[in-house]
């Protein structure tokens, strides 16, 4: 698949009710991190939080859908509001489609932001695919939207800039 032209782009992005996020390397830079007691460390950027609570105060639901498993990531996603959180996906697309039943949503309904091969799947078959431009390029390729800034540095934000104008919401 090839990049979208923005009216194509927004097209997709007109009809997101939902937006799922990987964690590693799309929420941060995708760094393992751990002191000294074994203990995961994580860095979230703060302007990708302000995004997120930007897409949530247009009534866009979040959901993190990550295949590792972190108290970081549930102390964030409180810290944010983010109320679907799941951890430890063997399956990120039966993940997201049981989500997605449970909400009554469709898959031209769901953004995701992956950045490997776990999140292939979902990217395929969701109706906004993002990702971030360090990701290998199998996923570059299923990609509609790739950030202009890496994972953990503002990835978040620029899609959730890009979805609320695409849906008439990034001005108010």
């Given at each position: 698949?090839?990049l979208l032209?923005?009216?194509?782009l ?31 460390l994580k ?7 302000l ?13 993190i ?7 970081i ?6 810290e ?5 959180v ?34 292939l799947?979902?990217?395929e078959k969701c ?8 990701a ?15 994972g ?21």
């Amino acid at each position: 698949m090839s990049l979208l032209s923005p009216e194509a782009l927004a097209a997709r992005a007109r009809p997101i009710r939902i937006a799922a996020f990987d964690v590693d390397g799309i929420m941060t830079d995708g760094s393992l991190t751990f002191d000294s007691t074994g203990r995961e460390l994580k860095t979230f950027h703060v302007r990708d939080g302000l995004g997120l609570k930007l897409l949530q105060n247009a009534g866009i639901i979040l959901a993190i859908v990550t295949g590792r498993s972190s108290s970081i990531v549930d102390v964030r996603a409180r810290e944010l509001g983010i109320r679907h959180v799941i951890q430890g996906s063997a399956d990120k697309l039966v993940s997201c489609q049981t989500l997605l039943e449970q909400l009554g949503l469709d898959w031209t309904q769901c953004a995701y932001m992956g950045d490997d091969l776990p999140d292939l799947p979902v990217l395929e078959k969701c109706g906004l695919a993002l990702t971030v431009p360090e990701a290998p390029v199998l996923i570059r390729n299923q990609a509609h939207w790739i950030s202009p800034v890496g994972g953990g540095k503002g990835a978040v934000r620029c899609a959730a800039e890009m979805m609320l104008d695409a849906q008439g919401k990034w001005q108010s």
